[in-house]
């Protein structure tokens, strides 16, 4: 039983880590960026604007100050990308020597193209574990059966982070393949959208399946390219977290998608909804070019979201690399 674990970010996902971790320590504390989000939590134990219906664990505190984390064993960032590197920042002179940070954002830092653990453990200074699955937050809040793949070079870390998530209905695999378990968070984000493409444009079932056949046995190929595993891609962090982004409706990324095969673009500065797999496409393009790898679903979604080819013409395209 641990004393305190943290979370930072009182969003869909932390909120749903926070669930999902609470027995197994005393206390859960949940970093929220906003003062009224803290209160709000506190005072009803309701995160009222992702999970009104839903009452949150007695022993999840909410907290509105990074440095109450001083005291945390593990630490779960569930932020976007984008935040990592900063808040990695702010926590380095924050938490204890023998506390791990676990990242569950799936993507690249633009700019640099690094993999999260990499930036947390440039700012911090320690290895950092990572963690993907098929994990809907909106079933996990509930506690309901759930599973996801954590990876970390450091063995002790690795387990610590396993005896903070295990529960009867919380299966964790663990493996120290970090590269390959990112990258299924990443490349999975654009297998989404190019599974939404073809959904928005109504191709039928066959060859949108027969698309998603090659687009995974393709995934195996680019993770061993960028030095991972590619067996790790039939675990909870590739096929499960694959098949849940692109065939559910609870993805932003295939919604993304779908909406682009519609031909509607999106303006997210406008409507405040962000999609990483936008940029996730551009990154996963550079690197593409930058190992020499051809990936026809990388080009398919580069094509429609990107340089706004019309999804037709990119799917026929994306059709004969097959």
Not at 265 to 289: Q, Y
């Amino acid at each position: 039983m641990f004393s305190n674990i943290g979370v930072v970010g009182a969003g869909a996902m932390g909120t749903a880590i926070s669930q999902t971790v609470c027995d197994n320590t005393q206390n859960v504390l949940l970093y929220a960026r906003r003062e009224d989000v803290a209160n709000c939590i506190n005072e009803t134990h309701f995160n009222k604007d992702y999970f009104p219906n839903i009452r949150l664990q007695d022993n999840i505190v909410a907290i509105n100050d990074l440095n109450e984390l001083a005291n945390a064993e593990v630490i779960f960032l569930t932020l976007p990308s984008s935040t990592i590197r900063e808040v990695s920042r702010s926590l380095k002179d924050i938490i204890s020597d023998d506390c791990v940070i676990v990242n569950t954002a799936k993507g690249l830092e633009k700019g640099s193209q690094k993999r999260m653990s990499v930036v947390i453990e440039e700012e911090i200074g320690m290895s950092a574990a990572v963690l993907s699955g098929p994990n809907i937050a909106s079933e996990m809040v509930g506690r309901t059966f759930s599973s996801a793949s954590i990876a970390c070079e450091n063995k002790q870390y690795l387990e610590k982070v396993k005896k903070a998530l295990s529960t009867s209905k919380f299966k964790v695999s663990a493996t120290d393949d970090v590269i390959g378990v990112e990258y299924c968070g990443v490349i999975k984000n654009v297998i989404a959208i190019s599974q939404g493409i073809c959904e928005g444009m109504k191709i039928n079932d066959n060859a949108r399946f027969s698309v998603f056949t090659k687009t995974y046995n393709e995934t195996k190929d680019l993770i061993e390219k960028f030095g991972g595993n590619r067996n790790t891609v039939d675990d909870y962090c590739g096929f499960g977290d694959i098949i849940t982004a692109s065939t559910l409706n609870v993805s932003r990324n295939h919604t993304l998608g779908v909406l682009y095969g519609q031909k509607i673009v999106v303006d997210e500065k406008a409507s405040g909804v962000l999609f990483e797999g936008k940029n996730t496409i551009i990154i996963m393009k550079e690197l593409c070019e930058e190992y020499g790898i051809r990936s026809a679903t990388v080009d398919f979604t580069y094509d429609v979201i990107i340089d706004r080819i019309s999804p037709e013409r990119a799917f026929e395209e994306f059709w004969n690399k097959l």
